[in-house]
C-alpha cells in the first residue's frame, strides 16, 4: 500500500535554529515529491518539485533532497515567518494520483 | 490572475441535505481536482478531472459526484450529507501532470454536517 509518513508532526524552533523534517515514503512507481507550505486557513502553497534519488533544490532558507526512501526538507536559520505546516506528496503510477502526508506544523519563536 | 476560486468558504449543513462546492480556475490548467483535508490524515483525494469533459475517482469519491463541462469550472457535489462528510475541501489545478509547477490550491471551503 501507497504511504506517506511525515515527521515530527510538530516541531518548535528559536529563531536562527537550523533544522530538518523528514518525509517517507512506501511507494511503487514513483514520479515526482512535492513540498507545500500550509498556513492557517489558506490552501497548500506549493514549493518544490524532487524527481529522482540524489536531487535537491533550494529557496531562500529552505533547501529539499531527495533518497530513494525519504526526502528532507532542512530550513536553515528560521525566521518566525517561515512557521507553517510543511506538507509532502508523491506522485504515483498512473500519473494523476497524489498522497500526501499529514505535515509538520513548525513554530518559530522570535 | 484570481488562480482557484472556491464558494462558499464556510457551510453547515444538515444530515440528508445536498449542496454544490464550487470550484473555477483562470489559469487555462488541464488538471483539476478535489481533496479533503481531516485532522491527522493529510489531503486525501476525492475526484479528479484531466481536461472538460473526463474525470475519474481518487482515493474516497463515496458519497460525492462531480462534473467538468468546461475547463474553468469543476464543482463538487455532495449527494446526501453525512456528518463523516465534515471536513475542510480544497479544489486545485495544474498544468499536465503538475511538472514543475505543482498544483495551485483554492482558499478551501470548510464543511460543517450536523
Known amino acids: 500500500e501507497d504511504q506517506v509518513t511525515q515527521s515530527p508532526e510538530a516541531l518548535r524552533l528559536q529563531e536562527g535554529e537550523s533544522s530538518s523534517l523528514n518525509c517517507s515514503y512506501t511507494?511503487?512507481?514513483?514520479?515526482?515529491l512535492f513540498w507545500y507550505r500550509q498556513d492557517p486557513g489558506k490552501g497548500p502553497e506549493f514549493l518544490f518539485t524532487?524527481?529522482?534519488a540524489g536531487e535537491e533544490k533550494e529557496k531562500e532558507r529552505l533547501k529539499a533532497t531527495l533518497t530513494k526512501k525519504e526526502s528532507f526538507l532542512h530550513i536553515t536559520a528560521p525566521k518566525p515567518e517561515d512557521s507553517a505546516t510543511y506538507l509532502c506528496a508523491v506522485q504515483v503510477d498512473p500519473f494523476n494520483k497524489f498522497y500526501f502526508g499529514s505535515g509538520t506544523k513548525l513554530n518559530v519563536k522570535p | 490572475n484570481a488562480g482557484v476560486t472556491q464558494t462558499p468558504k464556510f457551510q453547515v449543513l444538515k444530515t440528508g441535505q445536498s449542496m454544490t462546492l464550487q470550484c473555477a480556475q483562470d489559469?487555462?490548467?488541464?488538471?483539476m481536482s478535489w481533496y479533503r483535508q481531516d485532522p491527522g490524515m493529510g489531503l486525501r483525494l476525492i475526484h479528479y478531472?484531466?481536461?472538460?469533459?473526463?474525470?475519474d475517482q481518487g482515493e474516497v469519491p463515496n458519497g460525492y459526484n462531480v462534473s467538468r463541462s468546461t475547463t474553468e469550472d469543476f464543482p463538487l457535489r455532495l449527494l446526501s450529507a453525512a456528518p463523516s462528510q465534515t471536513s475542510v475541501y480544497f479544489c486545485?489545478?495544474?498544468?499536465?501532470?503538475?511538472?514543475?509547477?505543482?498544483?495551485?490550491f483554492g482558499s478551501g471551503t470548510r464543511l460543517t454536517v450536523v
Open positions: 511507494v511503487s512507481g514513483l514520479r515526482g
Open positions: 478531472s484531466v481536461g472538460a469533459g473526463i474525470t
Open positions: 489559469m487555462n490548467h488541464e488538471y
Open positions: 486545485a489545478s495544474s498544468y499536465g501532470n503538475s511538472g514543475n509547477y505543482g498544483y495551485t
Open positions: 524532487l524527481y529522482s
